[in-house]
Structures are given as structure tokens and as C-alpha cells.
């Protein structure tokens, strides 16, 4: 029976790259690992094909071989010791490093010494104003920490006692297990990956080696956010374990409502109220921005709803680009309170206003024109 190509085997490109090779091997494995597949020979060939595959393809001699001759270039004396595989059937190929991080994803382990440990993100909600989130604002916060116990000096034994090492790991932080016939490292259950064991805890600190304190932090909030927009502060989250490297910390926006303005992307949008007089007659309002007072010019017959663009008064956007716009939406205002002279007046203009129809209320009468074509069409 012939042999398929290592390539497809992997299921790789032939310039696929050391670490394609890494990936689409550990991928197999894992897939086909006899003991993930107990009494599968159809797995267990597959696994096995996969490993001589790779064990070729990861030797750069081998590989060179492989592609100027085929198969005949790499079972001609060329695997040192049985053909691909070699004693063991694992050659000269460096499985520990493919399996470790198979079996360190499976069992939570690394490799060697004790185990460090990522400090946790944290997250800070800060509330700001939209004049400070268009123009940009630095602010202190305070977050809690955890900083170094004074009276354990951060051993997280009592004073005058001190770690011992772990027994069962002998201060490695893991332990060597067997999972089928690959031995394989986790993290120890009786340290918990420490390498040391607390017989005497600190009081002050409980044994972590660390108690609750806070730190002040200056934030600098850049022009242009919004809300759910987040800040990333490398290294200022929670400390590491075990020497391991700092969480980080999220400062997520939140934009609180404006009297004025509510945003909309790049663009500012407010109403501005018109009294009744100014939208038939038109007129010049005074628009506020967030950079100050702007003139708009109100043509007459502007009705209510009609929206004014002024271009450049919104918001530069964080990211960079153009500002947005300002849009000014008119709400004409019905007088209220009048005196009786003003309803006098009203109903003088009512009275003239009937005689023009159509000339001074195209869309009322268009309105009505519907409205009585809709009942004509019912039946009753």
C-alpha cells in the first residue's frame, strides 16, 4: 500500500513554516492520541502516520530529502535508526516540545521550576462629562492594590517561621504523572504549584504574602471617546504570583447625559426651541456648541422638525478624521397664556389664514385631501 504524501498527511502547504507544521501536528495528536480513542485502529493509524510525518517534516535534512526524492529519500538509512521514527519510533524530532504543550493544555502544567502565575485585569468605570470627553481630560483615580505584607516581608509566614520546601514536589511547584506512555508534568496538589508549603501562616496577610491597599493613578482620557470606549493601562492590574507579571487595567468610559446635547457618533444633536412668529416670519437664533455661540439664519415658513446642519461643531472622533456636525432640530413653540387682546389677534389671522387654503397650509390641506379620500374609499 502506498504512502500519502507527508504534506496532505499534516494537511500543510509544502512551504508551510516550522511553526505550521508545530500546529497542524499537535492538532492531529490530539485528535487521534490513542488513549483519547481506546480500541480506534482507524485512530491509531492515523496518529501514527501523523507522527512519521511530522518527525520527517520537522527535520530540515530530512525535509530537503523528502522534497527532491519522495519517500524512497528518507527510508534509504535515512532515519538513523529504523527508518521515520528511529528507536521508539520518535527519531530525531523534538516531541517532548509538541507534547508538553498538548498534555501542559490538558493538565494546566508548564515546564519546569515552579509555576507563575498572570496577575488579574481590572476593570474602572469612570463617568465623565461630554465637554470633557470632546476636548480630552486627564483625571486621578484610586484602585485597590494588593502591596507587600511589612510583617511576613512578603513570605506569607509567620514571623520567625519560614516556607518549607514542598515534599511532594521537592520545590519544583509540579509533579510527573503518566498518561498512557507519555509522561507528562502538573501543577503539584499539595502546593498548589508553589514548591513551598505554609505551616505557619502570617496573620496580617493569611499566608499570601500580600494585603489590600490602594494606589493613585493619573488617567489620561484622549478627545473624542464615548461611552464603552476603554482605556488600557499595561502592568496596573493585579500583582503576579509567584513572580509572574502584573494584570493589566481597563478604564471604561461612560459619557453622562448632556442638557443640551446628546451625541450620535461624530455629530452633536440638540433642539432648539422657535416661537411661532420667528418660524413663519424667519429670523437669526443664537445655537450654542461646545465651543461656543454660532448664528443660525431661520428661513420663513420653517416648519417644526426641520433640522439645521452646522458643519465642524460636533465631535473630532478618537480614533482620527473629520469632526462631525452639529444638528439643530426646530420645535416651534405654540404660545400659551394668552391675554385677551393675543387671542383676538389669533383669530383674526385664523380668519384670513382659512381664505388662502392651500397657499399658507399645503401640507394641512394635502392632509386633508388624504383623510377624505381614505373615508370615500370604506364601506360602511
Known sequence: ??????????????????????????????????????????????????????????????????DQFGHAGVEAGGGGGGGPGGPGGFGGADFSDVFGDIFGDIFGGGR?????????????????????????????????????????????????????????????????????????????????????????????????????????????????VDTGDRIRLSGEGEP?????????????????????????????????????????LGGELEVPTLEGRVSLRVPAGTQSGKVFRVRGKGVKPVRGGTPGDLLCRVAVETPVNLTGRQKKLLEELAETLEHGGEHHSPRGSSWLDSVKSFFEGMKF
Do not use: W
Not at 470627553?133 to 512578603?154: L, Y
Open 240 to 280: 503576579g504570583e509567584q513572580g509572574g507579571p502584573p494584570g493589566d487595567l481597563y478604564v471604561e468610559m461612560v459619557v453622562k447625559p448632556h442638557p443640551i446635547f446628546t451625541r450620535d457618533g461624530a455629530d452633536l444633536r440638540c433642539d432648539i426651541p422657535v416661537s411661532m412668529t420667528t418660524a413663519a
Open 112 to 224: 519546569g521550576g515552579s509555576r507563575a502565575f498572570r496577575g488579574a485585569d481590572l476593570r474602572y468605570r469612570m463617568e465623565v462629562s461630554l465637554e470633557e470627553a470632546v476636548q480630552g481630560v486627564e483625571r486621578e483615580i484610586r484602585i485597590p492594590t494588593q502591596v507587600r505584607c511589612d510583617a511576613c516581608e512578603g513570605s506569607g509566614a509567620a514571623p520567625g517561621s519560614q516556607p518549607q520546601t514542598c515534599p511532594t514536589c521537592k520545590g519544583h511547584g509540579e509533579v510527573r504523572m503518566q498518561q498512557g506512555f507519555f509522561s507528562v508534568q502538573q501543577s503539584c496538589p499539595r502546593c498548589s504549584g508553589s514548591g513551598q508549603i505554609i505551616s505557619d501562616p502570617c496573620r496580617k496577610c493569611g499566608g499570601k504574602g500580600t494585603v489590600a491597599d490602594q494606589k493613585t493613578l493619573n488617567v489620561r482620557v484622549p478627545p473624542g
Open 1 to 66: 500500500m502506498s504512502k500519502r504524501d507527508y504534506y496532505d498527511v499534516l494537511g500543510v502547504s509544502q512551504n508551510a513554516s516550522e511553526g505550521d507544521l508545530k500546529k497542524a501536528y499537535r492538532r492531529l495528536a490530539m485528535k487521534y492520541h490513542p488513549d483519547r480513542n481506546p480500541g480506534d485502529t482507524d485512530a491509531e493509524v492515523r496518529f501514527k502516520e501523523a507522527k512519521e510525518a511530522y518527525e520527517v517534516l520537522s527535520d530540515p535534512q530530512k525535509r530537503a530529502a523528502y
